[in-house]
């Protein structure tokens, strides 16, 4: 047992390894940021914020410019960000105007920022006692002026209208489960970037990994002090089951996925915030498939435990409209609108619920 076990451990380290190349650290001397400050639809304007904060130096006037998805507008593309003293931080504001809906996109700052060379190299020579004439070497080798952006991600999505693009947005729905006309199904959460394939290997990789760290004392130190991190492969394994679980749901092989969406909420710890948004994903999932069995009561009580999981957690826009749709299929349509308008209270932006709640009226 003991030559396999090691066998296993020479195999997940080459899987762990990766080269890591030695570079001159020069010390960070600024930090260009930007965000969108609310969630608007198309058509109308959000606030954009730049802040250049200087770490080392003070920095000069500084320009900055807008690089705008196609037909997109704002009330100015270049600006004049004001001079920064070390230690400080100055901010500009600017409206943007989204034109249509975007799957995936970026609004792009650009900073030409001049570079204090002068300070940092001080503060290299003060404070690095090896490799320093090198450092400084380096940064006087710079241009005065150096080129700096800063990265906006987002979609906008008919459903969810603008959002910036997190883990916190599911885009997929069972619409064979849409309770009638004018609203569209239940949502769910499915992983695009991992594989069925690669997830029932990372399923079976860990329960043989759980083998032997049950049966080999010290195994578990052992992976760890030789650089694997046991948690990650913890979090693959979650996910794998998660995948397959929604594999087997959109086949219809509903037997299956309830087993693996159990197991899944079987192994989750039952405290801590790394593990929510997949236990609220799995809870809403199980919903689902009791749903499609036509175990409404059943399936009611799952998405209850979903909300509960975190009654906070900006996922529980989807549970509660997902409840709320449940509510519409049994005809609840009073029920259905509180939670429509509880669901809304997460996200003011949440177009979809928004026009799913008017087909109920005003009650």
Known sequence: MRAVAKIFLIIVMFAAISLHAETVQIPEWH?????????????????????????????????????????????RINAKMPAVKAGSFAELKFEITPADFLSQGSIIVQADVTVP???????????????????????????DVAKRYADVAFAIYPEESFYPLTGNMWLDYDDTLSP???????????????????????VEMFEKLAVF???????????????????????????????????????????QATAFANLLLQKLPDKGVLYENI????????????????????????????????RKHPLQ????????????????????????????????????????ALILGNN
């Open 31 to 75: 930090k260009l940021n930007a965000k969108l400050n609310g969630y608007p639809e198309v058509g109308k304007s959000v606030e954009l914020i730049v802040n250049l904060e200087s770490l080392i130096g003070n920095i000069p006037e500084t320009d900055i410019k807008l690089l705008l998805p196609a037909n997109w507008k704002s009330d």
């Open 117 to 143: 060379k002068s300070a940092i190299v001080e503060k290299i020579n003060s404070e690095f006692k090896t490799n320093s004439s090198e450092m400084a070497k380096t940064v006087s080798n710079w241009p």
């Open 180 to 202: 009638r006309e004018g609203f569209r199904g239940p949502a769910y959460y499915e992983d695009k970037m991992l594989s069925a394939h690669q997830a029932q290997t990372d």
């Open 213 to 255: 760290m049950a049966s080999e004392k010290g195994f578990a130190k052992t992976l760890v002090e030789s650089g694997i991190d046991l948690k990650k492969k913890e979090y693959d394994y979650f996910s794998g089951l998660y995948v397959l679980a929604v594999k087997d749901f959109k086949e219809s092989k509903y037997e």
């Open 279 to 310: 236990k609220i994903s799995a809870y809403n999932l199980r919903g689902l498939i009791f749903w499609a069995q036509g175990q409404k009561r059943v399936a009611e009580d799952a998405l209850k435990k979903a909300f509960y999981v975190n």
């Open 317 to 356: 826009r989807y549970i509660l409209r997902n409840i709320g749709l449940l509510m519409v299929s049994r005809r609840d349509d009073i029920t259905a609108q509180q939670m429509y308008k509880l669901a809304i209270s997460y996200k003011s932006g949440y177009t979809l619920a928004k026009r799913e």
